[in-house]
């Protein structure tokens, strides 16, 4: 349900990367954003309910790697990710990462404000994370990220559908083998 924001996130994308496929992923939306999104010249899939979170990146992840796609970057249609950095996850893609985390917490990416409870809840996950892999994520939760085409099959089929999909999905790409790295970038 992101009609009143889509089409200025699209507008945005196509300005920071002209020559980038868009594809959205309309994960059964009560209001007009497919229609919205084909309008700005989307290519949509149209989920024929809400699948969540998982499912509808899943629904990409499968697309993207059926279609021999060599990497993919998700980007949040409410307008929180600035598709300007999408060069930056996508460098880091292209120096070989499989798994490129967009940190707003990583030392270079400016400024950005959350409350002090979902600061600690961040902060639990971090060194949660740290102590199952032996490694630090300075932004577990970032939904704004690159995938190689490996990381794109992996996901294709085993991407997690529950609520913190975004934690598990750094948990399950490191113990995969992945090249999981974090980039700083604005928010």
Do not use: K
Not at 83 to 108: H, K, Q
Request: proline content about 3%.
């Amino acid at each position: 349900d992101e009609a009143a924001t889509i089409a200025a996130t699209l507008a945005q994308v196509r300005t920071a990367v002209p020559d980038l496929d868009v594809l959205v992923v309309d994960d059964g939306s009560a209001d007009d954003t497919a229609s919205v999104a084909e309008a700005a010249g989307a290519a949509v899939l149209h989920l024929p309910y809400n699948l969540g979170i998982g499912g509808a990146l899943r629904t990409g992840f499968r697309f993207a790697h059926r279609r021999g796609y060599e990497w993919a970057v998700q980007v949040d249609a409410d307008g929180q990710h600035d598709p300007a950095e999408i060069p930056v996850l996508a460098a880091a893609l292209a120096d070989g990462a499989d798994l490129v985390v967009g940190s707003r917490f990583a030392a270079g990416a400016g400024s950005y404000e959350v409350g002090r409870l979902r600061r600690r809840a961040m902060s639990l996950l971090r060194v949660t994370l740290r102590a199952m892999l032996g490694r630090s994520f300075t932004d577990t939760s970032s939904g704004f990220r690159g995938f190689s085409r490996r990381c794109l099959g992996y996901f294709a089929d085993s991407y997690p559908a529950e609520y913190m999909e975004s934690v598990e999905a750094l948990l399950l790409a490191c113990y995969a083998g992945l090249n999981v790295v974090e980039v700083p970038v604005a928010m």
